[in-house]
């Protein structure tokens, strides 16, 4: 079986990349598409969209301690 990917890339800040591909993966979500979106920006604003504001804090305190983010 072949999955498809799709992958976003440019090393220039401010053009739209993370808003790209949150609504992107929200769209193909809708429409019972399995994604995987995966956020390797140090300042994880993608991950901070798919999650509340608690549990980004959480994530943060938690991995305050340990490298278990990839930065």
């Known amino acids: 079986m072949n999955v ?4 976003f890339f ?5 053009v739209g990349k993370t808003s790209l591909v949150y609504h992107l993966a929200w769209m193909l979500s809708e429409l019972d ?3 995987l979106a995966v956020d390797l920006d140090p300042q994880a604003n993608l991950t901070a969209a798919f999650l509340s504001e608690g549990d980004v804090e959480r994530l943060w ?5 340990k490298a278990d983010t990839i930065a």
């Open 4 to 7: 498809p990917a799709l992958t």
């Open 10 to 14: 440019n090393n220039k800040g401010g």
């Open 33 to 35: 598409r399995s994604v």
């Open 61 to 65: 305190e938690s991995s305050a301690d």
